[in-house]
């Protein structure tokens, strides 16, 4: 069975950075492609950023310069790494995991507010 545990969200002031982290169980993950999205209120589920198996990342034109994707196979975990946030990219966030099927976390709240 495959789990999505996501964390590292909070409160931050616009400027800041935060790292959010999702350890993923289940033996597939280094040869799944790792993704994360968000959702703002009021508005649709929109992609972030994703990383390959191989590491090719892709980034949705939003984050590009502030946002960085990693994982660790070895510790079966994707990091988002935001750094100049923005009031904007105030949303929950969840991890992704495309293998045979699409597999979701929880969600972890971000909220970047004065």
């Known amino acids: 069975q495959v789990r999505l545990v996501e964390s590292g969200g909070g409160l931050v002031q616009p400027g800041g950075s935060l790292r959010l982290s999702c350890v993923v169980s289940?033996?597939?993950?280094?040869?799944?492609?790792m993704g994360w999205y968000r959702q703002a209120p009021g508005k649709q589920r929109g992609f972030v950023a994703n990383?390959?198996?191989?590491?090719?990342?892709k980034y949705a034109d939003s984050v590009k310069g502030r946002f960085t994707i990693s994982r660790d196979n070895a510790k079966s975990t994707v990091y988002l790494q935001m750094n100049s946030l923005k009031p904007e990219d105030t949303a929950v966030y969840y991890c992704?995991?495309?293998?045979?099927?699409?597999?979701w976390g929880q969600g972890t709240q971000v909220t970047v507010s004065s």
């Open positions: 990383i390959g198996s191989a590491a090719s990342t």
């Open positions: 992704n995991l495309a293998f045979e099927g699409f597999y």
């Open positions: 289940g033996r597939i993950f280094s040869r799944s492609v």
